[in-house]
C-alpha cells in the first residue's frame, strides 16, 4: 500500500506581451528541437503511478543525480500516464527509450547510478518477457506497446503536461493556427467529416455531421463543450488524456468552435479527478498566457474563452442533456429530444458536446488529413480508440489500437492473458451499459456495428477481463446496482424497472431464485430499453442481457442447482478438497480465517462444513487445485465425488 | 457533572460493584466481561474513561490497553488488577495509562482515583468536529462573489461544503437567500449529486471505489473491513469525528484495483485483511 497527495497549487506563469502568432510557434519549436536530444527521464505522474509512490521516487532520482554531478545534465519530468499501470511506478530514458518499471526511490537511485553515471542500463527493473523471462530494454519491443497505435495518446509519456512548450514542439498548435488562419469553418467541417470520426463517448455519432448541424443553426451565442465525465465504472481512458495532455483538449475545441462559431466553452470534469482538474488549469492559464485562447488568437479576429466546470457526482450528467442541465446549476435530469442541444443547448443556446478523446482526435486530422484518419481503421469506423484494459489479464493499462482490431488481438497479445492457472471467462465491454462477451466471440474485430451485433456497445472503452472466478450473475447484479442508484428518477421504467430487476438479481444471488426468472428479466429488459427517457435506462438492462444470452447456465445452475461454480455467492456455494490432489501443504489450513481446516502435514486435509464462513481463503492459497467449489446442495461433509456437477467445476 | 465510564474486568462481582460505587457519583457507567465486548463498545460509544482488569481470557487487559491507545489515543485508562507483580505492573506503566489501582480497593479509593484521572485532561486532544458553527458572512460573501453570474449554484454550493464541511438545512436557507432562488430548488441540487452532503463528515473521508476493476477483485470485502474497523456502516460517521465512510464510482486507478482514498490520498493495491493498517496513518 503506498499513498499519494495532489498538490492544488499552481505554478505562475509569465504572461506572453503579445498575442502569440505563426512564427512564435515556430521558435519555441526550434528552441525545443534544439534540446531534443538533452538526457531526460520521464517518469510518470499518472493518477496510478502517484499513488505507487513517484513522487518519493523523483526525490530519491534528483537527489541521486546531484550525487552523481548529473544534475545540469539529465532533466527529471513528471509525464501523464504512460498507460502500462499494471507496471507502475515506471520510467522511460529520453532519448535511448529504455524502459523501467516496479520502481521505488531504491530502483531510482541504482537507475541513475547504473544508466546515468556508468552507461549500464539495470536489467533489473526491466520489462521481462512474460515466456523466456528475458528483460526487454526498449519500450518499443515490450508488447504491450509494440501492439498499439497512438493517435489520441501520442503524446502521452514524452512530454511534460504542465508545460505548454513540450506540447508546441510536438506540433502542437499548429492545426489550431491553420484552422483559425487558413481554412473556412465549413472547410473544417468537411474535413473532420470526410474523416469519419465518430463521437468517442460512447453512441458514435459521426462528430463532422454534429458540428455541421449546428454551424448552420443561425444564432449569435453558442457552446462548445467538453465532456470530461467519465462515470462508467473500470475507464480511465478521457482521465489519461487531461492528465498526460491537457492541451490537445483545449486544441480539439478551439478547432471545433472554429468549426461551428462558438466563442465560449465549457470543460466538465469529475471532481474526483482533482489531477485532470489541476493540470487542465495549468493547461487553460498558460494558453490565455501564449495567448491561444481569448481574444484574436492567432489574430484572425476569433476570440475563445474556456472555463473548468467540475462535476458534483452523478453518473447521468454524462449524458448530454442532463451535463447542460448541469452546468446551468440544476439538477442533472436528461429531457426528452428533440429539440436536439446542436438547436437548443446550455441556456437554450445551440450548442456541441464532444467527449475527450473525440478532441484528442481532431487536431491530428486537420495537420495529416481526412485520407490519414481514413486509412486506419474500418469503412465505418475510422481511426483508433483508447480502451481501459483491466481486470484479470496480465497486462492491464490503457491501450490504444485500430478499429477492427480484433479482441482477442487485444485480450491476448496486448494484455497478455489471463494470469496462470485460470481459464478466461468474459470480456466485459462498455461498462454499465455494455455487455459481457464470451470466449467464442473473441475473434470479433472491434468496430461499432459488429460490438452492437453482440448485444454489448463500444462505449467510452471500458474493457474488464473476467476469469473463472468472476460469477457472471453477481456481476449482472453489480452493474443494474450501479444503475439503479445513479438512475435520476425522472421516468419510471428506468426509476422502478432498474430496481425490480436489480431486487430479483439479488435474491437470485441469496438462493432465491425461481423458475420463470429468467424469463421474467428478459421481459422486464426489453420494456425498460423501450420506454426510458435517456441513454442510462435504455442500456442498463445490457449486462444482464448478455449474460443470460451467453451465460444461461449460469443462471441455470443458481436457480435450479443452488450452485455458483465461481464460489462468488457464498449462499450457493461449498467448498471442499479433492483428496487425491492436496498434498497436505497446510498453505490452506493457515489461510483459513476460521481454521475449520483440519489434517496433519503431507495428508490430505478436510474442511469442517459447519464452520466454513466460504470466505475463500483456501480456495485462492491452494497451489494444487486441490479445492473444489460445489453446489450449495452437495451434502455436507460426505465424500465430494457424489457431487454431480464435475465436469463444470472451477478448481483453484 | 456525570461523565461516561466504561468497566471491563472477568469477574462479575467487580464490574457490578465498581458500576454501584460510580453510579452513586453521578457517572454513566456500562460493564462488560470481557475485552471483545468492551472493543465493540469503545467503537460504539464516547466514553471519558476505560476502567480494566489485566488478567482476563482470550483477550487480556494489556492487549486491550494496546488497542485502545493505537485507536483511540485520547481515551483515559485506569487499570485494577489483583495480581500486581512487578513485571505486570511494569507492562502497564509502559503502556501510558493514566492510573493503577490494585485489588481490592476501598469504594472511597476508587472514588478518588476517578475524580483525579477525569480531572486531569485527555492524553492527546480529542479531535473536533469539522465545523459545528459557521460563519454566515463568509457564506454570504461566496455567494455575492457568484451573484452576476448564471447557473452558479452548483459552484457556490462546492465552495460552501469546502467552508463548512457540510450542507445543514439552515446553511441551504441562507445560500438560497443569497443566490436569490427558492429553498427547494438549492434543496433539489444538493440531494441529487453525490457530492453534496446534509451530514457533517469526518476529519479524514475515506472512500472506498467500487468500480468495475475494484469490485471484481473484491472491494466490497474491504468495505466490510472497514465498516468493522471503525464500527460504523457506510454513509456514518464516528462518534470521535476522525472518520468518516463512503463508496465511490470509480476514480480511474483501475491498474491499482482495489483502491482506497481518504481526502486526497490514494492508496492501492489494498489487502483487505490490512485495512486498519491503512488507518493507522491518520489515528
Known sequence: MSKQTIDDSLPLVQPHPLPLVQPHLNTIKERQAARANNKKIMLCGGTGCLAGGSLKIKDAIEKALEHNNLKDDVKVVMTGCNGFCAHGPLMVTHPDGVFYEQLNPEAGVKIVDGHFAKGQPVERYMYRDTVTRKPVPK?????????????????????????????????????????????????????????????????????????ELCSVVVQDEKYILCNGDEGDPGAFMDRSIMEADPHVVIEGMIIAAKAIGAHYGYIYVRAEYPLAVKRLRIAIKQAEGYGLLGRDIFGSGFELNIEIYLGAGAYVCGEETALMRSI????????????????????????????????????????????????????????????????????????????????????????????????????????????????????????????????????????????????????????????????????????????????????????????????????????????????????????????????????????????????????????????????????????????????????????????????????????????????????????????????????? | MGRNILVVDDDEIIVRSCAAVLNGEGHEVSGVLSAKEAMNLIKKNTYDLIITDIIMPTIDGLELIKWVNDNYPYLRIIVITGFSSKAVLRDAIALDISEFLPKPFFPQMLIDTVNKTLSTPPKVPLPQKSVEIFDTESLLA???????????????????????????????????????????????????????????????????????????????EIMEHLQDDLGIKEGEITHDNLFSLETVRCIGACGLAPVVVVDNDTFGKVDPAKTNELLKHYR
Open chain 1, 139 to 211: 519500450l518499443n519491443d515490450i508488447p504491450f506497446f509494440r501492439n498499439q497505435t497512438l493517435v489520441a495518446l501520442r503524446n502521452r509519456g514524452v512530454i511534460d503536461p504542465e508545460d505548454i512548450d513540450d506540447y508546441i514542439a510536438r506540433d502542437g498548435y499548429v492545426a489550431a493556427s491553420r484552422a483559425l488562419t487558413s481554412m473556412t469553418p465549413k472547410e473544417v467541417i468537411r474535413e473532420i467529416k470526410d474523416s469519419g470520426l465518430r463521437g468517442r463517448g460512447g453512441a458514435g455519432f459521426l462528430t463532422g455531421l454534429k458540428w
Open chain 1, 328 to 652: 446551468e446549476g440544476k439538477r442533472g435530469s436528461p429531457i426528452p429530444r428533440p429539440p436536439f442541444p446542436v438547436h437548443k443547448g446550455v441556456w437554450d443556446k445551440p450548442s456541441v458536446l464532444n467527449n475527450v478523446e473525440t478532441f484528442a482526435n481532431v487536431p491530428q486530422i486537420i495537420i495529416h488529413g481526412a485520407q490519414w484518419f481514413k486509412s486506419m481503421g474500418t469503412q465505418k469506423s475510422a481511426g483508433t480508440k483508447v480502451f481501459a484494459l483491466t481486470g484479470a489479464a496480465q497486462n492491464t493499462g490503457l491501450i490504444e489500437v485500430p478499429f477492427g482490431i480484433t479482441l482477442r488481438r487485444i485480450v491476448e497479445d496486448i494484455g497478455g492473458s489471463i494470469k496462470k492457472g485460470r481459464s478466461f471467462k468474459a470480456l466485459q465491454l462498455g461498462g454499465p451499459s455494455g455487455g459481457c462477451i464470451p470466449e467464442s466471440l473473441l475473434d470479433l474485430p472491434v468496430t461499432y456495428e459488429d460490438i452492437v451485433q453482440t448485444g454489448a456497445i463500444v462505449g467510452s472503452g471500458g474493457m474488464v477481463v473476467m476469469d473463472d472466478t468472476n460469477c457472471m450473475v453477481n456481476l449482472a447484479r453489480f452493474f443494474l446496482e450501479f444503475t439503479a442508484h445513479e438512475s435520476c428518477g425522472k421516468c419510471t421504467p428506468c426509476r422502478v424497472g432498474t430496481r425490480v430487476m436489480l431486487n430479483m438479481l439479488t435474491e437470485i444471488t441469496l438462493g432465491n431464485g425461481r423458475e420463470g426468472d429468467i424469463e421474467l428479466l428478459e421481459d422486464l429488459a426489453g420494456d425498460i430499453k423501450a420506454a426510458s427517457l435517456c441513454g442510462l435506462g435504455q442500456t442498463a438492462p445490457n449486462p444482464v442481457l448478455t449474460t443470460i444470452k451467453y451465460f444461461r447456465s449460469e443462471y441455470e445452475a443458481h436457480i435450479r442447482d443452488r450452485w455458483c461454480y465461481a464460489g462468488v455467492c457464498r449462499t450457493l456455494c461449498t467448498f471442499h478438497i479433492d483428496e487425491g490432489k492436496c498434498t497436505g501443504c497446510t498453505a490452506c489450513a493457515r489461510a483459513c480465517s476460521t481454521g475449520c481446516i483440519v489434517g496433519d502435514k503431507k495428508q490430505p486435509h478436510r474442511i469442517i462444513q459447519g464452520r466454513c464462513v466460504k470466505c475463500r481463503s483456501c480456495f485462492t492459497a491452494c497451489k494444487f487445485g486441490a479445492v473444489k467449489i460445489g453446489s450449495a446442495l452437495a451434502t455436507i461433509g460426505s465424500d465430494p465425488s457424489i457431487n454431480t456437477f464435475n465436469d463444470q467445476e472451477v478448481s483453484s
Open chain 2, 142 to 220: 461566496i455567494t455575492r462573489r457568484y451573484s452576476k453570474k448564471r447557473g452558479a449554484l452548483i459552484m457556490v454550493l462546492q465552495e460552501a461544503q469546502e467552508l463548512i464541511g457540510y450542507l445543514p438545512a439552515s446553511a441551504q436557507k441562507i445560500i438560497a437567500k443569497g443566490m436569490k432562488t427558492p429553498v427547494s430548488e438549492v434543496y433539489a441540487v444538493v440531494s441529487f449529486y453525490s457530492f453534496f452532503t446534509m451530514k457533517p463528515m469526518g476529519k479524514y473521508n475515506v472512500r472506498v471505489c467500487q468500480g468495475t476493476a475494484c469490485y471484481v477483485k473484491r472491494a466490497n
